[in-house]
């Protein structure tokens, strides 16, 4: 079973178009991330959630809104897609205890906006 | 803003060769932490040494810590073409909890040449 699950894979769209990533762990973690891969592998933390809760929010502009159903999911809704975007988006997820930020990451959702 | 900088940004060695790594921070960290990533793939957790630690193996890995230089290494012995990926060290530099994440470098490109 995959630990950590993210959907779509890949996603095309045209700029200003709104669109969805979906991310669910079934490791029973508290805490969940959205990061951003540019285009030359620089890794940002974008969101961190704490069993539902808003805890980091990075300087990201409004149009993206993450959303927590339950502790073991965690959306992005992107607004008003742009050019700049694109990117690899990872999910990750974080035991906390003795394993505290040993993050699980998805394998990623490449955004192509154009 | 940006913890680690890794060195090389690309490394190409022969098979069986040992390739090495080198990461820099900038803040006080209560571990450090590297991750490999298979092209198109999520990050995969390889070794975590805390801050007062020295030095750690695992495998074939061997990492170093020196807290007072602010700077790590990483050490792959006898390189497999397998071994092919990106790189990362990541810094834990939070109050605790997890909710603070891990913040990345830029990676390491490693190719081993068959």
């Known amino acids: 079973d995959t630990a950590v699950s993210q959907t779509p894979k890949y996603l095309v769209t045209q700029m200003g178009n709104d669109k969805s990533i979906k991310c669910e762990q079934n490791?029973?973690?508290?805490?969940m991330y959205w990061y951003k891969q540019d285009s030359k592998k620089f890794l940002k933390i974008m969101f961190s959630?704490?069993?539902?809760?808003?805890?980091i929010n990075e300087t990201v502009p409004n149009r993206f809104s993450p959303k927590s159903p339950d502790k073991a999911h965690l959306n992005l809704h992107i607004n008003s897609l742009e050019l700049g975007d694109s990117a690899v988006y990872f999910c990750a997820s974080n035991p906390g205890g003795v394993w505290a930020n040993v993050l699980t990451f998805g394998a990623g959702s490449r955004l192509t906006v154009l | 803003s940006q913890q680690g900088e890794e060195d090389p940004q690309a490394l190409s060695i022969q098979e069986g060769e040992n390739a090495t790594m080198n990461c820099s921070y900038k803040?006080?960290?209560?571990?450090l932490q590297w991750y490999r990533q298979n092209s198109g793939r999520g990050l995969v957790h390889l070794i975590l040494i805390r801050s007062n630690e020295r030095e750690k193996h695992s495998g074939r890995l061997r990492v170093t810590l020196d807290t007072s230089k602010k700077s790590s290494s990483l050490l792959i012995t006898a390189s497999r073409a397998a071994d092919t990926a990106s790189y990362f060290c990541?810094?834990?530099?939070?109050?605790?909890?997890?909710?603070?994440?891990?913040?990345f470098g830029k990676g390491t490109h490693l190719i081993i040449q068959p």
């Open positions: 959630y704490n069993n539902k809760e808003l805890i």
């Open positions: 490791l029973g973690h508290d805490t």
């Open positions: 990541a810094t834990d530099a939070g109050s605790g909890g997890g909710a603070d994440g891990l913040t």
């Open positions: 803040t006080s960290i209560n571990n």
